[in-house]
């Protein structure tokens, strides 16, 4: 345990709990909606509620000393947004038809085959998540239109979007009280959090059996994970500690690594220049045991 375990939750429910008392009736709401992503992926990583759960611990480390500076309304988006921001994965087929309808794809299916669900709901669930925060906003209880848009914009941030962009991420976002959100941050920090959830701990043994997995390239994706037995975070680093014989793996794992520090920096980057905060972590290692 450290100083920054539960410092979100905690600070919220002091600060104000019945902002807390939403996010804890939405987490209810969650718990079978994550489980849906193994339709479309049986073979994936784990996109449940387990993960959400780890990718706000990494948030609560993340964040750090800045914990005191950030006001009700920026720690519930937050959470919150660490709770919804993969629902996209395992949207029901009707809501998949309608929000393919509201999605600016791009040039997409200039190289891409518009019945490929699986694939088009992979390369685009952030704005599924999007676009499924927007429908349900009163099952998940967002108490209104400007924190409905503060965690769109959030979820739809750990992937993909320009956190540069000063009109989808203001730095000065005003909440119905006064309060005002800084979304350039807090889409930062949930994609970095996002990014490091990358240890054996997202799929328990318990869980997951590898050996009845067909795909060689989802496969490999589980023996990485399970060869990154921990992962820490210090004021300095990331450090991964690796346990694998197996020079593909330990390949794939460097691989990783390599782009957790490239979302890393550009995270650093997006801080700098755009919040008056600093991720501190400079650095991915890894270390072999």
Known sequence: MTNNDFQ????????????HRRFQNAVCTLQII????RQYFPEYTDHSELHSLTVIDYCNQLVGKNA???NADELYVLLVSGYLH???????????????EEIDFGDYFDTHDRKDTTRIIRDFHNEFSGC????????????????????IQTCRGHRKTDLFDEEEYPQRLVMPNGNVICLPYLAAILRLADELDVSAERNPVILYDISSIQDEKQLLEHKKHEAIRRMDITEESI???VKTSEKEIHDAVQDLADKV???????????????????TQRQVLIKDI
């Open 34 to 37: 994550l489980s849906r992503y």
């Open 68 to 70: 005191r500076h950030l």
């Open 132 to 151: 499924f925060v927007r429908k349900y906003a009163e099952l998940f209880e967002l108490p209104s239109e400007e924190h409905t848009y503060a965690a």
């Open 86 to 100: 993969d629902v996209g994965m395992g949207i029901p087929q009707k809501d998949y038809e309608t929000f393919c």
């Open 8 to 19: 979100i939750e905690t600070r919220l429910y002091k600060l104000d709990p019945e902002l």
């Open 261 to 279: 520090q490239r979302t890393m920096d550009h995270c650093i980057d997006v801080t700098r220049k755009r919040t008056p905060y600093e991720i």
């Open 239 to 241: 450090i991964l500690y």
